[in-house]
């Protein structure tokens, strides 16, 4: 079955901290990657996506992601947290028919201490 | 460019009533989606539509679910008889064919009492 699994529901971390949000995938074939980060009562916004290449994936606000095919994993990190980084944070996967249909982890909510 | 636009942003009904959303996608963007996230989980698709054309519909999505495009543009997802399980945010999204990634609207939170 397909699915994607975050294993953590919470993570604090002090700010100027690192971060590391771990995501694993279960798919037929290596899909689409993404996160996403949601605040409270907004939708969803695109941190960075992995479609091939690079293994190692920039994106916005400072984050960047690694894609480890043997793990069947997708990483999200950032060297140093803000308290604005506050959020759910959300991986997800989807086909490389580009259909956008994606399957989305229960996500993990950050919380940054001052 | 304003966006996936959602409308209304909450929505409260009582049960067995019915409901219906909006959502505007960007202008040039030929395929729409619509997502359902309820409260601690990720979102899960519902169904898809590619200019008119309703490609793909879920399991989740029952029959008192009807989700329209009626001109390539603009989406409706309605709700008959409304259950206090429909609870949830409905997200739409909208991306370009090939694209393979979109831009998700705000979403509209409905509580059903």
């Known amino acids: 079955a397909q699915s994607v699994t975050q294993p953590d529901i919470h993570i604090t971390v002090s700010e100027g901290a690192s971060l590391e949000l771990r995501c694993n995938y279960s798919?037929?074939?290596?899909?689409?990657l993404f996160w996403y980060v949601q605040s409270p009562g907004q939708g969803l916004q695109l941190l960075l996506k992995?479609?091939?290449?690079?293994?190692l994936v920039q994106g916005i606000k400072g984050f960047e992601a690694e894609f480890k095919r043997s793990q069947s994993s997708f990483n999200l990190r950032k060297p140093s947290v803000h308290w604005s980084d506050a959020a759910e944070y959300f991986c997800?996967?989807?086909?490389?028919?580009?259909?956008?249909?994606?399957?989305f982890g229960s996500g993990t909510r950050l919380l940054v201490r001052p | 460019d304003t966006g996936v636009s959602q409308d209304p942003r909450h929505k409260i009904t009582k049960r067995g009533q019915n409901v219906t959303f909006r959502c505007d996608p960007i202008s040039e963007h030929n395929r729409l989606y619509w997502y359902r996230q309820t409260l601690g989980q990720g979102p899960e698709f519902l169904t898809y539509?590619?200019?008119?054309?309703?490609?793909?519909k879920s399991r989740l999505l029952s029959d008192r679910f009807s989700a329209e495009r009626p001109k390539g543009s603009f989406s409706t997802l309605e709700i008959q008889r409304t259950e206090q399980g429909d609870s949830a945010m409905y997200l739409c999204?909208?991306?370009?064919?090939?694209?393979?990634?979109?831009?998700f609207g705000s979403g509209t939170r409905l509580t059903v009492v």
């Open positions: 798919y037929g074939a290596t899909p689409y």
């Open positions: 539509f590619q200019n008119e054309a309703q490609l793909e």
């Open positions: 999204a909208s991306s370009l064919e090939l694209q393979g990634s979109g831009t």
């Open positions: 992995y479609f091939s290449g690079d293994t």
């Open positions: 997800a996967v989807g086909p490389r028919d580009s259909s956008y249909k994606l399957i």
